[in-house]
Protein backbone atom coordinates (compact mmCIF):
# COMPACT_ATOMS: atom_id res chain seq x y z
CA UNK A 1 0.00 0.00 0.00
CA UNK A 2 1.04 3.16 -0.90
CA UNK A 3 2.11 5.79 1.71
CA UNK A 4 -0.49 8.55 2.57
CA UNK A 5 0.38 12.46 0.88
CA UNK A 6 1.21 15.07 2.25
CA UNK A 7 0.19 18.40 1.72
CA UNK A 8 2.62 20.74 -0.67
CA UNK A 9 4.13 17.09 -1.61
CA UNK A 10 5.49 17.53 -5.34
CA UNK A 11 3.42 14.60 -7.47
CA UNK A 12 3.36 13.35 -11.04
CA UNK A 13 -0.03 12.88 -12.78
CA UNK A 14 -0.20 10.32 -15.59
CA UNK A 15 -3.28 10.79 -18.00
CA UNK A 16 -4.86 7.53 -18.85
CA UNK A 17 -7.71 7.94 -20.94
CA UNK A 18 -5.75 10.87 -23.79
CA UNK A 19 -7.31 9.09 -27.03
CA UNK A 20 -4.36 8.33 -29.11
CA UNK A 21 -1.82 10.12 -26.94
CA UNK A 22 -1.94 8.37 -23.29
CA UNK A 23 1.26 7.64 -21.47
CA UNK A 24 3.38 10.54 -23.84
CA UNK A 25 3.89 13.11 -21.12
CA UNK A 26 3.52 13.02 -17.34
CA UNK A 27 1.97 16.57 -15.77
CA UNK A 28 3.66 17.59 -12.38
CA UNK A 29 1.33 18.50 -9.22
CA UNK A 30 0.62 19.25 -5.71
CA UNK A 31 -1.26 18.24 -2.80
CA UNK A 32 -3.10 20.65 -1.97
CA UNK A 33 -5.52 18.46 0.93
CA UNK A 34 -5.32 15.05 2.56
CA UNK A 35 -8.74 14.06 4.31
CA UNK A 36 -9.04 10.42 5.64
CA UNK A 37 -10.47 8.80 2.03
CA UNK A 38 -9.25 10.96 -0.72
CA UNK A 39 -6.52 13.70 -1.04
CA UNK A 40 -7.00 16.75 -3.79
CA UNK A 41 -3.78 17.63 -6.39
CA UNK A 42 -3.88 20.60 -8.51
CA UNK A 43 -1.84 20.97 -11.28
CA UNK A 44 1.51 22.80 -11.81
CA UNK A 45 0.91 23.36 -15.50
CA UNK A 46 -2.72 23.90 -15.27
CA UNK A 47 -3.55 25.20 -11.90
CA UNK A 48 -7.42 25.42 -12.26
CA UNK A 49 -7.08 21.72 -12.72
CA UNK A 50 -8.09 19.90 -9.59
CA UNK A 51 -8.15 15.78 -9.03
CA UNK A 52 -9.31 14.13 -6.57
CA UNK A 53 -7.84 10.53 -5.39
CA UNK A 54 -8.04 7.82 -3.28
CA UNK A 55 -5.43 7.57 -0.88
CA UNK A 56 -5.46 3.63 -1.37
CA UNK A 57 -4.76 3.39 -5.06
CA UNK A 58 -3.32 7.02 -5.71
CA UNK A 59 -6.30 7.09 -8.70
CA UNK A 60 -8.84 9.87 -9.71
CA UNK A 61 -11.51 9.01 -7.56
CA UNK A 62 -14.83 7.31 -9.57
CA UNK A 63 -16.33 9.70 -11.58
CA UNK A 64 -18.68 7.60 -13.24
CA UNK A 65 -17.63 8.14 -17.01
CA UNK A 66 -15.83 5.67 -18.90
CA UNK A 67 -13.44 3.92 -16.64
CA UNK A 68 -14.12 5.72 -13.36
CA UNK A 69 -10.84 7.59 -13.41
CA UNK A 70 -8.87 9.72 -16.29
CA UNK A 71 -5.69 10.29 -14.31
CA UNK A 72 -3.44 8.09 -12.24
CA UNK A 73 -0.79 9.78 -9.23
CA UNK A 74 2.82 8.77 -8.79
CA UNK A 75 4.89 9.74 -5.59
CA UNK A 76 8.26 10.49 -8.35
CA UNK A 77 9.07 9.66 -12.01
CA UNK A 78 10.66 6.71 -11.01
CA UNK A 79 7.66 4.84 -9.79
CA UNK A 80 6.10 5.76 -12.93
CA UNK A 81 8.65 4.68 -15.21
CA UNK A 82 8.75 1.24 -13.01
CA UNK A 83 5.33 0.78 -13.75
CA UNK A 84 5.75 1.49 -17.76
CA UNK A 85 8.62 -1.24 -17.65
CA UNK A 86 6.31 -3.69 -15.33
CA UNK A 87 3.33 -3.67 -17.44
CA UNK A 88 5.73 -3.43 -21.58
CA UNK A 89 7.06 -6.80 -19.41
CA UNK A 90 3.66 -8.12 -18.74
CA UNK A 91 2.86 -7.42 -22.23
CA UNK A 92 6.01 -9.13 -23.44
CA UNK A 93 5.20 -12.37 -21.94
CA UNK A 94 1.43 -12.74 -22.46
CA UNK A 95 1.95 -12.30 -26.26
CA UNK A 96 5.02 -13.48 -26.88
CA UNK A 97 6.10 -16.61 -25.00
CA UNK A 98 4.84 -20.20 -26.10
CA UNK A 99 4.74 -22.31 -23.35
CA UNK A 100 4.71 -25.43 -24.91
CA UNK A 101 8.11 -25.02 -26.08
CA UNK A 102 9.62 -24.62 -22.63
CA UNK A 103 10.94 -27.25 -20.97
CA UNK A 104 9.73 -29.06 -18.40
CA UNK A 105 11.98 -27.91 -15.82
CA UNK A 106 11.75 -24.49 -16.77
CA UNK A 107 8.70 -24.15 -16.17
CA UNK A 108 8.60 -25.46 -13.05
CA UNK A 109 10.89 -22.98 -12.10
CA UNK A 110 8.70 -20.51 -13.76
CA UNK A 111 5.78 -21.53 -11.73
CA UNK A 112 7.94 -21.05 -8.48
CA UNK A 113 8.54 -17.47 -9.27
CA UNK A 114 5.22 -17.22 -9.57
CA UNK A 115 3.99 -18.56 -6.49
CA UNK A 116 6.34 -16.37 -4.49
CA UNK A 117 4.73 -13.24 -6.09
CA UNK A 118 1.51 -14.42 -5.51
CA UNK A 119 2.18 -15.21 -1.74
CA UNK A 120 4.23 -11.46 -1.94
CA UNK A 121 0.95 -9.93 -3.32
CA UNK A 122 -1.30 -11.75 -0.78
CA UNK A 123 1.16 -10.61 2.06
CA UNK A 124 0.68 -7.05 1.19
CA UNK A 125 -3.02 -7.76 1.06
CA UNK A 126 -3.30 -9.34 4.12
CA UNK A 127 -1.25 -6.04 5.97
CA UNK A 128 -3.77 -3.46 4.25
Request: aromatic share 10%; glycine share 8%; hydrophobic share 30%.
Amino acid sequence: MRQKPKVGQTVYLYEANRRGRAGQDLEPGVVTTVGRKYFTVEGKTRPSMEIECEIGTWRQRNTGFGTGYDWLVYETEQKFEDDKTKDQLCQRLAHSVTWTMISLQRLQEIAVLVDLGYAEQQKLNNES
